[in-house]
């Protein structure tokens, strides 16, 4: 497994820099969206208020959706300048430089691979699936030598869903995954990155698709697991008059959108049925503790796991 | 097991009121608070700052703690008018209207009884505990027939921990859940009720103890034993690289004052065990759909914990 390199970015400075030298590149490039539901339409409205945000600049976005209510939205609301049917996403394709296709796991796949040849040469494409394991499975059938198509994950969302929903300013300071190919040309790379962190991202972690499926097994569909669980397991709906918040803080993410999730833990299956042992059997230790009444064992296993998540630090970066 | 019942407080138009009918008499007492820590600082705060915050006021807050540091703090900016060490508590007690016991739970319950004599007549007093059968189980040497002692719990907290950390604006909005005796009188309750609402809690619910410690096992200590589980369960102190924000907000409260949470663990021990096999159980029949590669039970799933969820509003209510 590939080491992963992280790379925090000074996004003041960064983006200072960028409106300087290179905003003038992204500013003149058209952008297309395929897909402008919550994360589509958050990606475009952060494109939109960070890149091309000065009336006078060259560039575009494009959106392609199959609800023509979310593109007309996006279209009143001035995210994109031009909506796309399904059947005319080729005619979209071919003329976008940079393209974040923006739908479930198993469909981007089958997107990249049967739209293959509707990019535009030179391009760069992207996509935000949240298990890499298919598409680097069939990277054979995706990938184009004149095409730079770099595999990436923002993790940010909402329990939210559709463009109407969508937001933004929800990827400041957060992470973005990418997972650039061994033939990922250095400058479409670092267009890319350029391009993610002046749309509000603060930290560029750079891997390969095993660790990157191998982490978020943890970092995220764990702990929709988790929460998913205890929502369920709770005898009464009235129960948060009784809350402080920790209920909350758990089971925000409990609000989720069924077809999607179901659909990445299957598609990470191995990684999370491991991650939910693991957690069983932490959870089985510290039970033991407390049906035994062994306050010494209770207070060091929670001293120990203050520590652990104090030295974990933040997910969040602020700049 | 009693019914609970809810009341949910328009704050701003009951502090109106309180400002122009009674807050002259809540603003003429003296407020003791024993242990000045996160919880006692905090709520010592939310009175100076909404209660005592007239200058020309009469009311005063005094503060017991065995840390001088505290104390010198507390006094230092003005959130107490005289600090009082271990030895001269009684003295303190003699004189408050209101008393906020803010110790551990078994070390309450000994407060309550050794210091039972030194109590002011026609007072107020009430304690923070998070688990209410030991104080319940020893009424009859707390009880004073000149005193009202309403058990109650503050629904909020931090994760840091002393006086230092302390904010008086941690209530707002949050759940309040009190148990008065059948001997209280009303006009006492009364009064705790309207001094809890102006310190900025916004739901007060009003319970008995058995009622009060089968929710809280259940919105409060699972909440943390899952936290704790979950980092414990984590390989890789560098995970929050990988995370999109889920991880922080099911972990936030793992960084828990562990002779506290063990000691309340452990107090609510037959409560917290049930709840914990019960999130195992709906937790195992999760997985064995993940397992199962069960796309359409997992959907099932996970669709009516999103009603359920939906369902149960929210913890905080801002009025």
């Not at 979209?92 to 796991?105: G, K």
């Not at 940010?156 to 559709?162: L, Q, V, W």
């Not at 560029?204 to 929709?224: G, N, P, Y």
């Not at 999370?272 to 503790?289: K, P």
Request: glycine share 8%; with cysteine; charged share 25%.
């Amino acid at each position: 497994m590939r080491q992963w390199k992280e790379e925090r970015c000074d996004r003041p400075e960064q983006c200072a820099a960028a409106r300087t030298e290179k905003v003038k590149r992204l500013s003149d490039l058209t952008y297309g969206i395929v897909g402008m539901g919550l994360m589509g339409g958050s990606l475009g409205k952060a494109v939109r208020e960070n890149v091309l945000c000065v009336p006078s600049c060259g560039g575009r976005i494009f959106g392609a959706d199959k609800s023509g209510a979310s593109l007309s939205l996006a279209e009143r609301q001035h995210i994109i300048d031009r909506p796309f049917s399904i059947s005319e996403t080729d005619e979209m394709l071919a003329q976008c430089d940079v393209v974040f296709v923006c739908l479930y796991p198993h469909d981007t796949a089958e997107f990249l691979i049967s739209r293959k040849n509707a990019f535009k040469p030179g391009s760069v494409v992207t996509d935000i699936s949240g298990v890499k394991a298919e598409i680097f499975s069939r990277l054979d059938e995706i990938v184009r030598s004149d095409v730079d198509f770099i595999p990436g994950h923002p993790m940010a969302g909402s329990e939210k869903e559709g463009f109407a929903h969508s937001d933004g300013s929800i990827f400041r300071g957060h992470n973005y995954i990418v997972m650039p190919l061994e033939r990922t040309k250095s400058e479409s790379l670092a267009l890319f990155k350029q391009l993610i962190s002046c749309m509000g991202f603060s930290r560029i972690v750079e891997t390969d698709a095993r660790t990157h499926d191998h982490k978020v097994a943890f970092t995220s569909q764990l702990c929709h697991v988790i929460a998913g669980a205890l929502v369920d397991s709770s005898e009464d709906p009235a129960v948060t008059a009784f809350g402080g918040g920790s209920f909350e803080d758990l089971t925000r993410i409990a609000m989720i959108n069924a077809p999607l999730w179901a659909e990445l833990f299957l598609a990470n299956r191995t990684e999370l049925l491991s991650c939910i042992e693991a957690f069983e059997s932490s959870l089985r230790r510290l039970t033991s503790y407390i049906a035994g009444n062994d306050r010494e064992s209770l207070e060091q296993y929670l001293s120990a796991v203050r520590e652990k998540r104090i030295s974990m630090g933040r997910t969040e970066v602020t700049a």
